[in-house]
């Protein structure tokens, strides 16, 4: 039977690149958060998750009128740190993604970590798009805050146009000398062999709307199947964190499937698997880091995708990376802890 679109999940979607290039600035840009200029050093140096609503969307898109086309309940994007030191934490984010956002900063092109996140990306055959971030740094960029980017463009002097063109050519060839065909996403005629470049700004917010378009139609033309609802869970812990009045917490991304207070869980622990039971599941508010300290909301369940922290007995030694499982019922938990033992093994 055909999958109903009652019944998709939100698409994950990974964001990663070089360092600096502006990958939490632009997260920052569409949640009007500050997130950015609270990291130590203005560098990631862990994995954020953020739920964007359908809603939301649909609003900051609105420009480019294609109301109709959102079918998924929202878009769950994972921030990455882009500095070399954090390859496994790269690859644990784009190892949980439907698709990523490829961020290039348009003054600097191809930088080495944008390599290593192509290499990942290619080991895995991630779909994904190119942000040329930092538009505005052009010299004389007139800015067009939040406009869709061809009609910021059409704003922009000769000069501009010419250095916007040629950086964008510059670009084109540096991704072709790593084999791969990319073209600006408006004049792409076959997505899917040839990826897509969506210009932007996170500073002052052009190509935002183009970006978020571009993730939401894609992932639901391509990617019905894999985003179909289904009551298997499939969760990864991100982070093991110590919360003020909390205890020690999980930070997950529920990929598919659905997590309830009081369930019974299996996590791969340093000292053996952990078993235990959900006391609480939070989520901060829409729009929110997950990473960043701040009010959460109590779930009684909560469906896929989503980043959530989870409140339990005993995840002191639970390890990052890990699958978490559900037991239940009928399920041998001899088994399950089993499946957790190898986890560790290739965390
Ligand atoms: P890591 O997570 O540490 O890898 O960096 P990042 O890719 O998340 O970049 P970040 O958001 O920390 O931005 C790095 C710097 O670039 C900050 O000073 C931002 O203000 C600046 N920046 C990011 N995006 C833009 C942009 O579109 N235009 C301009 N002018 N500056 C930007
Ligand atoms: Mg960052
Ligand atoms: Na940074």
Known sequence: SKPSDANLRSPICCIMGHVDTGKTKLLDCIRGTNVQEGEAGGITQQIGATYF????IRDRTKELKADATLKVPGLLVIDTPGHESFNNLRSRGSGLCDIAILVVDIMHGLEPQTKESLDLLKMRNTEFIVALNKVDRLYGWKTCRNAPIRKAMLQQSKDVQNEFNMRLDQIVTEFKEQGLNTALYYKNKEMGETFSIVPTSAISGEGIP?????????TQKTMIEKLTYSDEVQCTVLEVKVIEGHGTTIDVVLVNGVLHEG????VA?????????????LTPHPMKELRVKG???????IKAAMGIKITAQGLEHAIAGASLYVVKPDDDLEHIKTAALEDVESV
């Open 210 to 218: 183009d970006m978020l378009l571009l993730l939401v139609q894609w």
């Open 269 to 281: 622990g340093m000292q053996g698997p952990i078993v235990t039971s959900i006391r609480a599941l």
């Open 263 to 266: 369930d019974q869980i299996v």
């Open 295 to 301: 009010s959460y909301i109590h779930h009684k369940e």
């Open 53 to 56: 609503p359908a809603e939301n």
